[in-house]
């Protein structure tokens, strides 16, 4: 399994895919997926912008 991603399971048996994340001690669902790849992607969306929100936190308090 990929990292942020896990399997669960529908009533109806199905299986399906939720995202999460935890960013600064927060824990932050991302939502559920029909595959895993389509849950790594969002999982990888989602870093990149909390990492890019980050950084440009950073910058305007140098300033």
């Not at 939502?31 to 929100?53: H, M, P, V």
């Amino acid at each position: 399994m990929k990292p942020g991603v896990y399997k669960a399971t529908r009533k109806n048996g199905e299986p399906y895919y939720r995202g999460n994340i935890t960013y600064n001690g927060k824990h932050i669902s991302i939502g559920s997926f029909n595959t895993e790849a389509q849950c790594n992607r969002a999982y990888k969306e989602a870093w990149k912008i909390l990492k890019d929100k980050n950084k440009s936190s950073f910058l305007s308090k140098q300033y």
